[in-house]
């Protein structure tokens, strides 16, 4: 599987879809499957038997995990969603850089 350019916590848009236009934060990266799950998006209703946890049971609304391929990552300074590229710091660190206006985050 390619390296993922999304990371927990990053906000994107959805692009294709139920939920296509949706913007969301990444609650969840599955680098080894290829997906994320994000906060809002892809809601699908689960039955869950009664538990300690859960007395009642019943039906519980979660997020399912869609396609990393479905999501375009937002740039935190210019907020459009855009391409990422990636490039090295002056420490050697190595960091992601929005295509379109080149900021490194």
């Known amino acids: 599987m390619a390296k993922m350019n999304v990371k927990k916590g990053d906000k994107v848009v959805v692009l ?22 994000v906060e809002g998006v892809a809601v699908v209703k689960k039955a869950v038997r009664p538990s ?3 007395q009642q049971g019943g039906f ?4 399912a995990a869609i396609d990393v391929s479905n999501v375009m990552l937002v740039c935190p300074t210019c907020g459009k969603p855009s391409r990422v590229g990636h490039d090295v710091d002056d420490k050697g660190n190595k960091v992601r850089v929005c295509k379109k206006c080149g900021a490194k985050f």
């Open 52 to 54: 300690a946890q859960n």
């Open 60 to 63: 519980v609304e979660k997020e």
């Open 16 to 37: 294709s879809g139920k939920d296509k236009g949706k913007e969301g934060q990444v609650i969840r990266a599955l680098p080894a499957e290829g997906k994320v799950i």
